[in-house]
């Protein structure tokens, strides 16, 4: 994995988490993962901290050996933020997400999400498969979600 230029990590550390964008950072990737430019796909970043999840530590009435401080999420990084976009962006739909760099502190990630409301792809017959799924980042459909759950090829 390649860091991210600095000028780049600077000026998206200071923007907000979730950064909606005028177009994607990456094109080839992007197109490759279903992105088109067209109304109804929306570019959004998003940056999470890097590192591993901590446990709560329990007080009382436990072994040592059992209080692991460090443990392994099931579910990637990378799904991780999908859920978050989703949870700013409630009208739209996942479709996938990509890596886009990281510095020292945190991972940088871009979400494709679709609205599906729109006009424009209720008429696109190559993506509007998407208006039959529902909450798609949540129930593990997207590529990273589905890795996850072991069902990559």
């Known amino acids: 994995m390649t860091l991210v230029e600095n000028s780049h990590a600077k000026e998206w550390r200071r923007q907000s988490v979730i950064k909606r964008l005028e177009r994607p950072t990456r094109p080839d990737r992007a197109r490759s993962l279903g992105y088109k430019a067209k109304q109804g796909f929306v570019m959004a970043r998003i940056r999470i901290k890097k590192g591993g999840r901590r446990k709560p530590s329990v007080r009382k009435g436990r072994k040592p050996r059992s209080l692991g401080v460090f443990f392994n999420p099931k579910q990637s990084k990378q799904a991780n933020a999908e859920r978050r976009t989703v949870r700013v962006f409630p009208n739209l739909e ?7 760099g ?38 593990g459909l997207t590529s990273a979600s589905r890795k996850g759950r072991g069902l990559h090829r």
């Open 102 to 139: 990281e510095d020292g502190k945190y991972k940088y990630y871009e979400v494709i999400l679709v609205d599906k409301s729109h006009p424009v792809i209720k008429n696109d017959k190559g993506i509007n498969w998407i208006l039959n799924q529902r909450r798609r980042a949540f129930r």
């Open 94 to 100: 996942v479709l996938n997400s990509y890596y886009v």
